[in-house]
């Protein structure tokens, strides 16, 4: 783990904390690429928003997957076009060693390297 994130581990935050982080991290990011600013509106419009039917952790990670692809279609990417051959395009991945938890920490380390707004990948 990168010694910067340190500071924003359980224990020194507790999770309500940590997520309202994250929340904020992408609220700058989206206002400066120019998209909805929400920064004076983290208790109203931004919450009435996303005032929508409970969303379990299946779901979430549902929309998540749709996103990224949807991101790396905007980005020129050549996508699968059903969830058949992107399930057999990923298949070695299934199996990595470690398994969900290996995959999760693979997520993360590209999306640090993705560098989204810049036309090269971040180290």
């Given amino acids: 783990m ?3 994130a340190a500071c924003y581990r359980n224990g020194i935050l507790n999770p309500a904390q940590q997520w309202a982080l994250l929340v904020y991290g992408q609220v700058l990011e989206l206002a400066a690429i120019g998209g909805t600013d929400y920064s004076a509106a983290l208790k109203t419009t ?3 928003d996303t005032a929508c039917p409970p969303i379990d952790d299946d779901a979430m990670l549902a929309a998540l997957i749709n996103i990224q692809f949807n991101n790396a279609t905007e980005a020129g990417a050549t ?3 059903t969830i058949q051959t992107k399930i057999a395009a990923a ?6 060693p ?3 938890e290996r995959l999760k920490r693979i997520a993360l380390l ?3 390297k993705l560098g989204r707004h810049e036309s090269y990948p971040q180290t």
């Fill in 2 to 4: 990168n010694d910067n």
């Fill in 46 to 48: 931004l919450q009435s």
């Fill in 79 to 81: 996508v699968p076009g």
């Fill in 91 to 96: 298949a070695c991945l299934q199996y990595v």
């Fill in 98 to 100: 470690g398994g969900v």
């Fill in 110 to 112: 590209l999306t640090c």
